[in-house]
């Protein structure tokens, strides 16, 4: 007998059956849909949950609890419905579902490829073979990807953000539009078919020891991964690096002038030599970084950390560093020049040798004061703030670079500026009665008048320093260097020259009474007037000097 059309069948979910053959249309609206769902099997449910998509909002949030919830075969087809859905609230769900990689490696052993848009980030898939797979869009920030073979993927718009790619055979992969911002390329394969875009080619060069590194001036490396990089003499003049990860880079001698490296991470890099003239620097991160002889006149550094940087002899004229972190740092022989050091936190660092001249440290009501240690908050005050008659007794002001400064009638007795500058400085009238000032340079000081009694001077450099009328009785000067000094008419009663220089001095009408020239250089030295009465002249050499009238041991 012929079925009545209008009596009820197995599959009509109208009027509730609970069984529908799987190839079924869904009849009977949303309820048949959610029958449908309720009851059928997987491939039923597959039907149910495409038709849904026809019902707006309530088919959408069963795709979306679909994919939370289910596995297999039923899960990618509410992954794909999201994929290709244009609405806002199928965006956010696929973004805020995070895939692992055995999901990862189910899907893609049974043969499915397409998983773009997914949200991959941080996902684990070193050494797998993904060949061919479609990560379009997707979301693999911070995902290990090494040794990974990724040839012929599709990586176009994906975010690779802190990805770790070294060594993955990306041949003939599209990496179009990618972000790769602190991605590792180290050692990853590409070829004439990968498509990447320049910046990102240029860092693969950069980072490939195969290939010849270009000239970089004024190129854009902006958030690229380049740490231990071999830019070794490289012109990245004008350069674009903002925010670049240089951290334990090779930059011996590099051209960086005016290159912008804001908040750049240079840690523990390399730098000596480097050109950073003008750079700037604002917010860098250079702790612990060899800059060694690195000119940085006029860099801007504001708020960097140059905590325990080595700066040794590096050029800082005009430099800004305001507001730096420069704790422990080795400034030694630094340039500083008409440095900007407002706000800038200098304690335990090494200023030996520094030139502080012109370096503003701040203090003022509208500035806060650079953080100095009291030693070399003193040096500050003397070479910017001269005083005449200044109270130094005692001062610690070993290592100073204290060049041509005012010190005339200061008190100096028994401080310590052993190794200290003091060359061209004026300190005519000061008090150094034993004072230490053994290896101090003091070239072309003015010393006139100066009590020097009892001081130690011990391989001092002297040269053509004027110590006309100075007191040295009992002073120790073994091994100093007073080639070319003015001495006339000094008292260097017992005072100690033993393998003192004073080649072609100035000793004339000189007190010399008792004191030790063993094995001294005179050769040339005008000793007209001279009293040498007791003085022990073993070994000295005298060639070449002016002895008349002068008054010489044993009459």
């Known amino acids: 007998m012929a079925d009545n059309p209008l009596q009820p069948r197995p599959y009509d979910l109208v009027l509730g059956a609970p069984v529908a053959p799987e190839g079924a249309a869904v009849l009977g609206g949303w309820e048949g849909v959610e029958s449908r769902w309720a009851n059928g099997t997987i491939a039923g449910q597959i039907k149910a949950l495409k038709e849904a998509q026809k019902y707006g909002s309530p088919g959408l949030n069963l795709a979306i609890l679909t994919l939370r919830n289910s596995t297999g075969e039923l899960f990618w087809v509410a992954y794909s419905l999201l994929r290709d859905s244009p609405e806002p609230a199928a965006k956010i769900a696929l973004r805020e579902y995070r895939w692992d990689a055995d999901q990862v490696r189910a899907y893609y052993s049974a043969g499915f490829r397409d ?66 911002q602190g991605a590792n390329l180290r050692g990853a394969k590409i070829n004439g078919g990968t498509k990447l875009d320049r910046k990102w080619r240029l860092v693969w060069q950069i980072l490939n020891p195969e290939t010849l590194t270009p000239d970089l001036k004024e190129a854009d490396l902006s958030s690229a991964d380049l740490k231990s990089a071999n830019l070794k003499d490289t012109n990245l003049t004008r350069a674009y690096l903002k925010s670049v990860n240089l951290s334990g880079a090779l930059l011996v001698n590099a051209h960086l002038s005016s290159a912008l490296l804001v908040d750049a991470d240079l840690s523990s890099s390399y730098l000596s030599g480097a050109d950073l003239t003008n750079a700037h620097l604002r917010g860098a991160n250079l702790r612990g970084a060899d800059l060694k ?94 005083t005449p008659a200044r109270a130094l007794r005692t001062a610690d002001l070993s290592g100073a670079m204290l060049r041509s400064a005012n010190l005339k009638e200061a008190d100096l007795t028994g401080a310590d500026l052993s190794d200290a500058d003091l060359s061209g400085a004026d300190l005519r009238g000061a008090c150094l009665r034993y004072a230490n000032l053994r290896g101090a340079a003091l070239i072309g000081a003015h010393l006139s008048h100066v009590c020097l009694q009892g001081a130690h001077l011990k391989e001092a450099n002297l040269r053509v320093a004027n110590l006309r009328c100075a007191h040295l009785e009992g002073a120790h000067l073994e091994n100093a260097n007073l080639t070319g000094a003015k001495l006339r008419g000094a008292n260097l009663e017992s005072t100690q020259l033993m393998d003192a220089d004073l ?53």
């Open 293 to 386: 002889n690195a000119r940085m006149g006029g860099a801007n550094l504001q708020g960097g950390d140059l905590r325990g940087a080595d700066l040794r002899s590096a050029d800082l004229r005009g430099a800004c560093l305001k507001d730096g972190y420069l704790r422990g740092a080795n400034l030694r022989g630094a340039d500083l020049r008409g440095a900007s050091l407002e706000g800038a936190d200098l304690r335990s660092a090494n200023l030996r040798g520094a030139n502080l001249i012109g370096a503003k440290i701040g203090g003022a009501p509208d500035s806060a004061g650079a953080l100095l240690d009291g030693k070399w908050l003193l040096v500050w005050q003397i070479v910017n703030q001269p």
């Open 115 to 180: 998983f773009s848009g997914a949200n991959l980030s941080q996902v684990q898939l070193p050494w797998e073979d993904l060949r061919q797979i479609i990560f379009s869009g997707a979301n693999l920030q911070n995902a290990n990807l090494a040794n990974a073979h990724l040839a012929g993927a599709h990586l176009g718009a994906t975010n690779l953000m802190g990805a770790n790619l070294s060594h993955a055979d990306l041949c003939d992969a599209d990496l179009t539009r990618a972000q790769l």
């Open 503 to 555: 080649g072609s001095a100035n000793l004339r009408e000189v007190n010399l009474i008792n004191a030790c020239l063993w094995r001294a250089n005179l050769q040339g030295a005008r000793l007209e007037g001279a009293d040498l009465t007791g003085a022990d002249l073993s070994d000295a050499t005298l060639s070449g000097a002016k002895l008349s009238t002068a008054f010489l041991p044993g009459g």
